[in-house]
């Protein structure tokens, strides 16, 4: 009897095929001064095609301002977007991960902490930030392939 297996496993292992971070990161890593203003934060974040940033301080991450820590640290509090510095309404510390942790533990990972993105730390170094979207992509990706092949029962 043929049958579509549909399985998809969490854990990040099938088949003897691991999916890690490295696979499915976004290396558009974008960093900003702690004293820059929000306004000016918005501006890099449209330019850059992303919605959260490294903050940094003497070149070291100290924090991430997200779209959302401005929305409800400074616009929802009706402070200045020109005035207020993203120190001031950054999240911190970063949550970071290995790009060779599996794709199942940068989930668990997120669930833990409550956040949405997590940074890659490779060598002492952000190299990469990986998302729940991002992870949800990759795991549909795996579904769909998975749902396409057919075994014998």
Known sequence: MNCTLFFLFIGSVF?????????????NVVRVKENETAAEIIRKMLASGV???IVERDQLPIGVITERDIIRRAIAKDYSLDQ??????????LITISPDASVGEAMEL??????????????????????QTELFHSNLDVMLSLSSMHYQI
């Not at 207020?84 to 510390?93: L, T």
């Not at 997120?110 to 998302?131: A, C, S, W």
Request: net charge positive; glycine share 6%; hydrophobic share 45%.
């Open 15 to 27: 088949l003897g095929i691991t999916v890690r971070v490295r696979d499915v990161m976004d290396t």
């Open 51 to 53: 919605w959260s940033v």
């Open 84 to 93: 207020i510095e993203v120190k001031d309404i950054m999240s911190f510390p």
């Open 110 to 131: 997120m669930t833990e902490k409550n956040v949405r993105r997590l940074f890659v730390l490779e060598n002492g170094k952000i190299t990469g930030r990986i998302t």
